[in-house]
């Protein structure tokens, strides 16, 4: 069983930064791969960032690559989602995701494990 808690959201001006991290419980964390997906209002979740276990494979969406960069640090059981040059469109409740799986993955439905979510709000 693994338990994920988010935090670092918050309020920011468009063209700003923000680190969003998740402490994950658990001794197998290492184990897993991880992901970051967001869900803005009236609009289904989606996906945002992934990375392997070993943090030696990332994955990223069309709409965040060059901007955000997802790292975990193992020895912590800590993950991260630096977010810079935010842009209205990625205001969203953000969640951690934690998959029972090795290797990285985009689809939602491969991920067993889910934080509470933190609220991200970019102002123009």
């Known amino acids: 069983q693994v338990q994920l808690v988010e935090s670092g959201g918050g309020l920011v001006q468009a063209g700003g930064s923000l680190r969003l991290s998740c402490a994950a419980s658990?001794?197998?964390?290492?184990?897993?791969?991880m992901g970051w997906f967001r869900q803005a209002p009236g609009k289904e979740r989606e996906f945002v960032a992934a990375?392997?276990?070993?943090?030696?494979?990332?994955y990223y969406a069309d709409s965040v690559k060059g901007r955000f960069t997802i790292s975990r640090e193992n020895a912590k059981n800590m993950v991260y989602l630096q977010m810079n040059s935010l842009k209205t469109e990625d205001t969203a409740v953000y969640y951690c995701?934690?998959?029972?799986?090795?290797?990285?993955?985009?689809?939602?439905?491969?991920?067993?494990?889910w934080g509470q979510g933190t609220q991200v709000t970019v102002s123009a």
């Open positions: 990375i392997s276990w070993s943090g030696g494979t990332t």
């Open positions: 995701a934690g998959s029972l799986s090795e290797f990285a993955t985009t689809n939602r439905g491969n991920y067993d494990y």
């Open positions: 658990g001794r197998t964390f290492s184990s897993h791969s």
